[in-house]
């Protein structure tokens, strides 16, 4: 079973938005190194990104199916989607919130989480080796 890698809105500008924030590195740049480590774990991945709400939702129910865990990092939809929790709830494996800045040392509208209250772990401040460290968890979740 694949393990789904979703990420929210404006994480396609990766590299190029608040680069002092978030780094330069693209968002095809973290799907690759996802994916080497992936092989080297012996892990199929789907890797997606969307600026759009119900997106997200309908990876999470496409997930619910086929999938063996969720990386998510919601963008600025973590601190406002309802929806996505809830699709969240509907998801019965492991479950891990990334952020690439630390939220909690931002504006304090960032540090509230939906998805936090489904979540069973969240990365937040590793910059983009915290999508790494998701994987390395999810892995050893899944094997157990
Ligand atoms: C983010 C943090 C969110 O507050 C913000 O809206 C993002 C990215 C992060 O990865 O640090 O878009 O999720």
């Known amino acids: 079973k694949p393990i789904y890698v979703l990420n929210g809105p404006n994480l396609n500008l990766l590299g190029l938005r608040q680069p002092e924030i978030y780094g ?3 968002l095809a740049d973290v ?12 892990l199929s991945i789907r890797f ?9 939702v309908d990876w999470i129910h496409e997930a619910r199916s086929e999938g ?9 939809y973590t601190h406002t989607s309802v929806a996505i929790l809830d699709a969240l709830h509907t ?5 891990i ?5 630390n939220v909690h040392k931002r504006e304090s ?6 998805v936090s209250l489904r979540a069973d772990g969240v990365i937040a401040g590793f910059g983009t080796e915290g999508y790494l460290l998701a994987l390395r968890r999810v892995a050893s979740l899944v094997a157990k």
């Not at 799907?31 to 012996?42: C, H, P, Y």
């Not at 919130?97 to 800045?101: D, K, N």
């Open 109 to 114: 509208f960032r540090h509230h989480s939906y």
């Open 91 to 95: 998801f019965e494996g492991p479950v």
């Open 31 to 42: 799907a690759d190194k996802v994916s080497a480590l992936a092989e080297e774990l012996g």
């Open 48 to 56: 997606h990104q969307s600026n759009h709400e119900g997106a997200l």
């Open 68 to 76: 063996a865990a969720i990386i998510i990092n919601p963008a600025a």
């Open 97 to 101: 919130e990334v952020h690439i800045s």
């Open 24 to 26: 330069r590195e693209t």
